[in-house]
């Protein structure tokens, strides 16, 4: 892949939606080879070019300024309402099942696959904990996310982002996995000693 092209894939690369920012050394230097190449142009029309690359490129930072904000608001918005209703249900779930398995299944002592509850209320106790350490650490992304938006040239990385939200996806999905699996072993003690 030559340069030229290589230039034209970076300048056309879209990443997740965000918009795409063409450094100020690509606008100098189109400006340059465009005058090379036309040898017929003059100085004023080449610093109109310039100075319409350099607007372009203000503009598309403004744009990613804005997205940032606006991911910052959405992510937000998301985290606050997954996490409430996860500790809702896991908190909900770990309540009821200690406040009535005494009255659903007796007597406690002798009953079989105690393991099952144990391991049922340590995964609901688990998954909240699991999503309060998500929550310290969405809200310290959301801040590296927002310092990297105000300064485009030196420490946007859309890639950095994406890590970081992967990294997110995948504790969140792990809570919602310990929630599942911690009510499921409940249920099936439940089963097995009140009602088979």
Known sequence: MDDQTKKHAKRERQYNGQPTVV???????????????????????????????LRKYEQQCAEIKAFGLELKVLFQK??????????????????????????????????SSKWMLLLGWGLL????????????IAGKNARKGAKETEDIDKTYDPDRIDKRASQMDMINWTTVGTLACGIVLIVLYITFNAIL
């Open 23 to 53: 450094p100020k050394e690509e606008i100098s230097l189109t400006v340059k080879e465009s005058c090379e190449e036309k040898q017929g142009e003059n100085h004023d029309k080449a610093q109109r070019k310039y100075e319409e690359g």
């Open 125 to 136: 106790i688990f998954t909240l904990l699991l999503n309060l350490v998500s929550h310290i």
């Open 78 to 111: 998301s985290q606050d309402n997954f996490e409430k209703q996860l500790s809702y249900i896991s908190a909900g779930a770990l309540a009821l099942s200690i406040g009535f398995i005494k009255d659903i299944v007796q007597p406690i002592k002798d009953s």
